[in-house]
């Protein structure tokens, strides 16, 4: 933890991002706040981590971007889950519930 805050394990961050985008698309600013909001305050993503992160998934072809109106009526881009992107998300989520239940197990009572 740093200043009383965690920060996300490697590689979930990915994950974090196609569960938000399940719903609807959103633009990189309302992410992170829905991020910050569904973790209670405890994940803060800072854009320098949250838009190459979103390069990196508009690459692997799971979610893609276009361009849009903000509610400050300024552009912006809105990115959406595609049917590919859904598709890791369900492999994503199987993976971490394994690894997980797996540590948990590890740190249960000996």
């Known amino acids: 933890m740093k200043n009383g805050k965690s920060e996300l394990l490697q ?8 569960k938000a985008l399940q719903l609807d698309s959103m633009h990189g ?11 209670r305050d405890v994940f803060q993503v800072e854009m320098g ?22 509610d400050a009526n300024r552009r912006a881009r809105y990115y959406s889950l595609t049917a590919a992107g859904r598709r890791q998300l369900r492999e994503e989520t199987a993976r971490w519930k394994l690894v997980s239940q797996t540590i948990n197990l590890m740190l249960g009572p000996a």
């Open 11 to 18: 590689g979930t961050l990915d994950m974090l991002i196609l």
């Open 49 to 70: 981590s949250l838009y190459p992160a979103l390069c990196r998934l508009e690459a692997h072809g799971w979610i893609k971007g276009a361009w849009g109106v903000s």
């Open 29 to 39: 600013f309302g992410l992170s706040l829905r991020l910050r909001a569904k973790s």
